[in-house]
């Protein structure tokens, strides 16, 4: 009886579920749900093969119009997983939309998590700093190493995450890469890398210097040389430490410290301080 | 600003925003051809001056660092900052630092066209609801890659274009005017600026206080010792591996 049923997906139209969600994520981003245009979108390929008609049709993108969000590359596996679960209900076995919607709001959040935190942003950051740290010294390869990398990180992650998420169902979250213990170690090596860079960029990128100086009878003393003889980027290094502790410790917006990092550069400039 | 010039780097504006499924949608336009490093290259090839793209969009990249969009909030349009900035900065022929400057209201600007943007596709939404029921794929495309595609391309393509092809004479010429004192300002506002975007990546980083120490052994390694960035990350990779596979290591070895 199965046989009879039972779709020809095959991983070409998972390929192509990949390519769509790959692009079409943020095209049609809406206040009120998010990325669910795109998720339904994406899963026509599947659903072209499985659906006998245009009402079958209409009820399984309609089941995808729902809220959805997360972090689109380190997501891509539930996108798999809920055509897989397709897959499954054209299949015969009875799966009512709502086990759709848990599903899907239930992943959508940690993968959101762990993209943004550990994907979008360390790493990220990390391979940036290291390419705008090459592109400072002049090196043409700083943006290019960069490009190439994480175009290929991204495209590649995103296409395999479909087909895992295809292959292994709604098992995707027992997996080893997912476990906790995975990504707590991947956080830990990517913090004190990016850490480490980050530091090293920070003397890079920030500058500040004073041009304080006293006479005193015949010699002239420069506030800056005393300052350089104790540690050099000792003034820029104050001043991200000082931003850093109002962000993190005293929860000062990006907006206020942009404004008083502003009005700091203003006053110390006119008064002859910087 | 030659005409040609003006179309393509505003083009860029429209391709590498995080909407723009065409470069390969937000990991691949945001992430990567969004950043204002990237867009350094791409104007610098455009206006024939790599070796100070770069270097600009390098510099106005490190004001925005940290930014990420969780959840779709966006705190800055780093697209724009990034190619309208390096863009009239190269026309205008100013230094690094007041290229950071001239980014950062151009980032503020930007993010109503993603707000506007979003509010607009909250409205469609919902005649994607009806197309979708109806089950018409074709329509949905549209819904999905079409409309909102031709909107977002009015919204970037038009301000940028106005702004590159007919701001840059304006700019070369107020820049020419800029009194001492104020070029003063700007650089050192440019130059502390960056500390920003340092700050919110450490918050991001700093999953303990204790890993602080990471960060100003960085710091060291370039301010005072002045090695170049390649060899800090290997000895950041070298510190990652003492620090945690010698730590399970031990732990598996008892």
């Not at chain 1, 940036?128 to 960069?146: D, H």
């Not at chain 2, 949608?25 to 992430?31: L, R």
């Not at chain 2, 060291?220 to 290591?249: Q, R």
Request: hydrophobic content about 55%; charged content about 10%.
């Amino acid at each position: 009886m199965a046989e009879k049923m039972n779709p020809e997906v095959s991983k070409k139209d998972i390929y192509k579920v990949g390519v769509r969600w790959l692009m079409s994520n943020t095209s049609a981003w809406n206040w009120e749900r998010m990325q669910n245009v795109a998720f339904a979108w994406s899963m026509v390929p599947v659903l072209k093969k499985i659906c006998k008609n245009k009402e079958e049709m209409g009820h399984a993108l309609s089941r995808h119009m729902s809220f959805f969000n997360t972090e689109p590359t380190i997501g891509s596996p539930l996108v798999g997983a809920v055509a897989a679960m397709e897959v499954q209900k054209a299949n015969g076995e009875d799966i009512p939309d709502d086990v759709f919607n848990a599903i899907k709001s239930g992943l959508m959040g940690p993968m959101a998590a762990l993209g943004d935190s550990l994907f979008a942003s360390t790493g990220n950051a990390l391979l940036l700093s290291f390419g705008m740290g090459l592109a400072l010294e002049g090196n043409v390869m700083g943006p290019i190493i960069f490009m190439v990398l994480w175009t290929a990180i991204t495209v590649g992650f995103t296409l395999w995450g479909v087909q895992f998420g295809f292959r292994e169902g709604m098992k995707i979250m027992d997996s080893e890469i997912f476990s906790p213990a995975m990504i707590a170690r991947a956080t830990a090596f990517l913090s004190i890398l990016g850490l480490t860079v980050v530091g090293g960029l920070s003397a890079q990128f920030v500058s500040l210097a004073t041009s304080i100086s006293w006479t005193n009878g015949e010699s002239t003393t420069q506030l800056q040389g005393i300052l350089d003889g104790l540690m050099p980027g000792l003034l820029p290094f104050i001043i991200i430490m000082v931003t850093w502790y109002l962000h993190d410790k005293k929860n000062m917006s990006v907006i206020k410290l942009l404004l008083m990092l502003i009005v700091i550069g203003t006053i110390g400039s006119l008064l002859h301080v910087f | 600003m030659t005409l040609i010039q003006a179309v393509l780097i505003a083009l860029f504006t429209y391709l590498a925003w995080i909407a723009t499924p065409w470069l390969g949608g937000q990991g691949v336009s945001y992430h990567v051809f969004g950043k204002p490093l990237v867009a350094g290259l791409i104007v610098g090839l455009i206006m024939g001056d790599v070796k100070n793209g770069i270097i600009i969009g390098a510099t106005i990249n490190a004001l925005y660092i940290g930014a990420v969009t969780p959840g779709g909030a966006m705190a800055s349009d780093i697209n724009i900052a990034g190619y309208v900035g390096t863009a009239l900065a190269l026309s205008t022929g100013v230094s690094a630092e007041m290229a950071v400057s001239i980014a950062v209201p151009l980032g503020l600007i930007g993010t109503f066209v993603w707000q506007l943007f979003a509010t607009i596709n909250s409205f469609l939404v919902h005649k994607t609801d009806q197309y979708a029921a109806e089950g018409d794929v074709a329509k949905l495309t549209f819904m999905t890659i079409g409309l909102p595609q031709m909107i977002a391309f009015v919204f970037r393509f038009v301000p940028a274009f106005l702004v590159l092809y007919f701001g840059a004479s304006a700019a070369q010429n107020i820049v020419q005017f800029i009194p001492e004192w104020l070029t003063g300002i700007i650089t050192v506002i440019g130059g502390i600026l960056p500390a920003l975007g340092m700050a919110v990546l450490l918050k991001m980083l700093l999953s303990t206080p204790s890993l602080i120490g990471y960060f100003i052994i960085g710091y060291i390694l370039i301010a005072a010792l002045g090695l170049p960035i390649f060899t800090v990350a290997l000895i950041g990779i070298g510190l990652a591996m003492i620090s945690m596979l010698h730590k399970s290591e031990q732990e598996e070895a008892y």
